[in-house]
Structures are given as structure tokens and as C-alpha cells.
């Protein structure tokens, strides 16, 4: 297991992560501290805890708009093939009715 030293808002952070991965947990934490130093510049020095809150609540609902967007093409796929269920139940149902209006015609 890696440690590795992350620095946000100021304060350096040791962290446990798996080997390997010390490079993607320094850019989060960049990110992270990207996101608290905008939060401070706007709202001020508000104490620690309560600009990680804050800068945790943005970076969720960054995630749930990115989440949520993702699932559109799936929920619009979806859709489509419900549509296309439909379409062919009714096309069915033509074929079925043409069929039997044909028998009926070729009946003397």
C-alpha cells in the first residue's frame, strides 16, 4: 500500500492508496483544491471544514449532472426499442388483417 502526501487548501493530507495509483489520487486532490481555492475566493476563509463541505457538495453535483447525463442515451435507447415493439405489434396486427381479408376475398 502507497502513501502519498495530497495538499488542499493549504494543508498537506497522508493518504493510503493502492500501489500505483498515487498519480490519480494527486490530480483529485489538485482538483479538489482547484475547487476549495475558487469556493474561498468567492465566500471567503469560512473556516476549513465548512469550504470542503461546500467544495464536496459542487463536486457531487457535478458527478450526479455527468450521472445523469450518461444515462440518457440509455434512457432514450430504451425508448426506442419500446417503440419499436409497439410498431411492430401493430404491423403484425396489419399483416394478420390483411391476411384474413385476402382469404376472405379468395374464398368463392
Given amino acids: 500500500m502507497a ?3 495530497l495538499s488542499i487548501n493549504g494543508r498537506n493530507y497522508e493518504v493510503a492508496c493502492d500501489d500505483g495509483q498515487e498519480e490519480h489520487l494527486a490530480r483529485l486532490a489538485a482538483y479538489i483544491d482547484q475547487r476549495v481555492r475558487e469556493l474561498s475566493g468567492v465566500v471567503g476563509q469560512v473556516g476549513e471544514s465548512r469550504l470542503l463541505v461546500m467544495a464536496s457538495l459542487l463536486i457531487a453535483d457535478e458527478l450526479h449532472d455527468s450521472l445523469r447525463a450518461a444515462r440518457r442515451p440509455e434512457a432514450a435507447a430504451e425508448r426506442d426499442r ?3 415493439a409497439t410498431a411492430a405489434q401493430v404491423i403484425e396486427g396489419a399483416v394478420a388483417r390483411v391476411d ?6 379468395a374464398t368463392p
Fill in 100 to 105: 384474413a381479408l385476402a382469404r376472405s376475398i
Fill in 82 to 84: 419500446a417503440q419499436e
Fill in 3 to 5: 502513501q502519498v502526501r
